[in-house]
């Protein structure tokens, strides 16, 4: 709810306020869970990079995202293609009405606004109740140009007292507008891990938004090592009592590369648990690594235990790590609650630690960044893709050292 107020004489109104009506001066948006929301692009505006949840993203770069281009003529080949092993889990979804489709999910920006209007079908992942499915149905989404914008809308739902394992892939060349709605039911246990491989031309921007039910579970994974300017932005609603969610990420930004990802866990439910852990690295001229962690304890979340952290390892000059943790706690019964951000340079003791037993200065730098980064990388549970995501972040490595 925004609050008007009576402005100065030649004042004009602040670039986060004057929702709605124009002409209404209104006081900025204070907190992560003011931010309105709208399926109607328009009510948005083009941000224009001032605006609280634009201000770190360079706005110049993301081109076709924030227009609203004819819709391919029919026949036309597509900007991406989904492609997936098995379709035991799919189920149709058509219209924007359509079944669960907008249960929870409601645009925050002009970007997942357009894509909710753009994408009249969506791609519905469903686990059945007491259903529970080792093999992860995963989804590759290719793209096929970064001339054209792609855009989808993607259901994962977990039934009741279901377990399985989503995997979103994406490659290629896009410019891709994404909407995931993440519906976990009461004691269902859910993973959602989303790998950026893209090339170097990729613009991706993607909101995650999920729901978690009555002593459920969620992991959400974001892993992005590839793309010019990839933005993942999960929010995770807590709302059902004894819930829990474990929100992972890791990037490793090259020069000119832009990795965001703007984090939102409300506690809503009672007696629910969040952990929330990223890391980045970053070597190269003008690599960026953005992250926002917003944390809401609201006033119902009786008994929670919530905590929050960022590491940020620098490893050459001309990369820059933004880290902006923020906790609101409206009620004093909870059980913890922290956050802790950190963002150093490479570490020369343990440089030289390492080569005075031998080892060399490149073999050193791989087994102190491979190491950083491994944390989160274990906690994937897909083997095949965590034998491939320490083979790109060593690849990553090796080309950015001195020739």
């Known amino acids: 709810m925004t609050t008007t107020t009576?402005?100065?004489?030649?004042?004009?109104?602040h670039t986060d306020g004057g929702?709605?009506?124009?002409?209404?001066?209104?006081?900025?948006?204070?907190?992560?869970?003011?931010?309105?929301?709208?399926?109607?692009?328009?009510?948005?505006?083009?941000?224009?990079?001032?605006?609280?949840?634009?201000?770190?993203?360079?706005?110049?770069?993301?081109g076709?995202?924030?227009?609203?281009?004819?819709?391919?003529?029919?026949?036309?080949?597509?900007?991406?293609?989904?492609?997936?092993?098995?379709?035991?889990?799919l189920v149709a979804s058509s219209g924007l009405d359509a079944p669960v489709r907008g249960e929870?999910?409601?645009?925050?920006?002009?970007?997942?606004?357009?894509?909710?209007?753009?994408?009249?079908?969506?791609?519905?992942?469903?686990?059945?109740?007491?259903?529970?499915?080792?093999?992860?149905?995963?989804?590759?989404?290719?793209?096929?140009?970064?001339?054209?914008?792609?855009?989808?809308?993607?259901?994962?739902?977990?039934?009741?007292?279901s377990r399985g394992t989503v995997v979103l892939y994406h490659s290629g060349s896009a410019a891709y507008a994404q909407n995931v709605e993440i519906i976990v039911r009461d004691g269902a246990q859910l993973t959602v891990i989303t790998v950026q491989r893209w090339s170097d031309d990729a613009v991706h921007a993607a909101t995650h938004q999920a729901r978690v039910d009555r002593d459920a579970s969620l992991t959400h994974v974001v892993a992005s090592l590839g793309g010019g300017v990839v933005r993942v932005n999960p929010s995770v609603e807590l709302s059902g009592a004894g819930s829990q969610a474990r929100l992972f990420g890791l990037s490793f930004s090259d020069a000119g590369q832009h990795l965001e990802s703007q984090v939102y866990l409300h506690h809503k439910g009672a007696h629910t648990?969040?952990?929330?852990?990223?890391?980045?690295?970053?070597?190269?001229?003008?690599?960026?690594?953005?992250?926002?962690?917003?944390?809401?304890?609201?006033?119902?979340?009786?008994?929670?235990?919530?905590?929050?952290?960022?590491?940020?390892?620098?490893?050459?000059?001309?990369?820059?790590?933004?880290?902006?943790?923020?906790?609101?706690?409206?009620?004093?019964?909870?059980?913890?609650?922290?956050?802790?951000?950190?963002?150093?340079r490479f570490d020369d003791e343990q440089l030289f630690y390492l080569q005075a037993r031998g080892i060399s200065e490149d073999e050193a730098r791989r087994l102190v960044v491979v190491g950083f980064l491994n944390e989160?990388?274990?906690?994937?549970?897909?083997?095949?893709?965590?034998?491939e995501l320490t083979a790109a972040i060593e690849r990553e490595l090796a080309e950015g050292l001195p020739a």
Not at 56 to 62: E, K, V
């Open 273 to 344: 648990t969040g952990d929330v852990l990223y890391k980045g690295a970053l070597q190269g001229e003008n690599a960026r690594s953005v992250w926002i962690g917003d944390v809401l304890i609201g006033p119902d979340a009786a008994g929670t235990d919530s905590y929050e952290a960022n590491r940020n390892l620098v490893l050459t000059d001309g990369a820059r790590a933004d880290s902006i943790p923020n906790l609101e706690i409206e009620t004093g019964d909870i059980v913890g609650a922290g956050h802790a951000s950190a963002t150093g």
């Open 376 to 387: 989160i990388v274990q906690r994937i549970t897909v083997p095949e893709l965590v034998v």
């Open 6 to 13: 009576t402005p100065l004489p030649g004042s004009t109104a």
């Open 19 to 62: 929702w709605g009506d124009k002409a209404v001066r209104a006081r900025p948006i204070q907190t992560r869970s003011e931010r309105p929301h709208s399926f109607e692009p328009a009510d948005f505006g083009a941000p224009t990079g001032r605006e609280v949840n634009w201000k770190h993203t360079p706005i110049n770069r993301l």
């Open 104 to 161: 929870f999910f409601r645009p925050e920006d002009i970007v997942a606004a357009l894509a909710w209007q753009r994408s009249t079908d969506a791609v519905h992942v469903r686990f059945n109740q007491n259903e529970e499915v080792d093999e992860p149905v995963r989804l590759d989404l290719v793209g096929l140009g970064a001339d054209r914008r792609a855009d989808s809308h993607i259901v994962i739902e977990a039934m009741p007292n």
């Open 64 to 89: 076709l995202l924030l227009d609203d281009p004819a819709p391919l003529d029919e026949g036309a080949e597509p900007a991406l293609r989904i492609d997936t092993a098995t379709t035991a889990h």
